[in-house]
């Protein structure tokens, strides 16, 4: 069963910060989230997998809240290159290792 | 470079016809995953390999069918094409992760495949 992500868009501006909501109605095992550019594969984030864990590089970091069944990706002081297609992929466990991705949120970053 | 391979890279071809996409993935990956990415839409699961077994399905149509070979590559094959299915189609592979909560590694993807059937 496909994750749900708000919101659906955000258009920011450079220096300003951003946050992604994932969550799912199933347990979640593990959360993924994968950044796409137009027309290109998608490149991997971060993985977390405990409930509870927050994990972060540069100025992008995410939490899972594996009670809740959801996680969070945080963009502070974003970037022009940050703008494109965030994905979280959400692993449920006892499903037959069945990876899916959420809607996706399409977020620009306007200078 | 991900170390997935993907090809063809584009494919043209007319609806009815049957088509092969073909996925090499990265060394020592298991895990063979296959998307659909429609234009400016998700990413839809298809289906799941493990070293050579199917492990899981999504929301794959009758029309398309999968296999992973003993070398790991696994190929998609599209038949009967209708319109609808024009699409980039993405293959990922995956490692698990290491610790004590074993679970699904970094998906890495091909440059995918973009098929555009007329």
């Known amino acids: 069963q496909q994750p749900v992500q708000s919101p659906q868009a955000v258009i920011l501006r450079e220096g300003e910060d951003a946050v992604i909501n994932c969550s799912s109605s199933?347990?979640?095992?593990?959360v993924h989230w994968y950044r796409q550019k137009h027309g290109e594969a998608p490149i991997f984030l971060m993985i977390?997998?405990?409930?509870?864990e927050q994990k972060g590089h540069d100025k992008i970091s995410a939490s899972f809240n594996e009670k809740k069944q959801q996680s969070s990706l945080y963009l502070t002081a974003s970037q022009l290159s940050y703008s494109g297609t965030y994905f979280c992929?959400?692993?449920?466990?006892?499903?037959?290792?069945?990876?899916?991705f959420g809607p996706g949120t399409r977020l620009s970053v306007l200078p | 470079d991900s170390g997935v391979t993907q090809t063809p890279k584009h494919l043209i071809t007319a609806t009815g016809q049957r088509v092969t996409l073909r996925c090499s993935p990265r060394?020592?990956?298991?895990?063979v995953y296959w998307y659909q990415q429609s234009l400016d839409q998700g990413l839809q699961f298809l289906i799941q390999y493990y070293n050579g077994e199917e492990r899981a399905k999504g929301n794959i149509l009758e029309r398309f069918s999968a296999q992973q070979f003993p070398d790991l590559h696994s190929e998609l094959n599209l038949s009967s094409l209708e319109l609808g299915d024009s699409a980039l189609y993405f293959c990922a592979s995956s490692g698990v992760t290491s610790g004590p909560r074993v679970g699904t590694g970094e998906l890495f993807f091909g440059e995918g495949s973009r098929l555009t059937v007329l």
């Open positions: 977390l997998l405990k409930g509870g």
């Open positions: 199933k347990a979640l095992y593990s």
């Open positions: 992929g959400t692993e449920r466990r006892n499903y037959g290792q069945n990876f899916v």
């Open positions: 060394s020592g990956d298991l895990s």
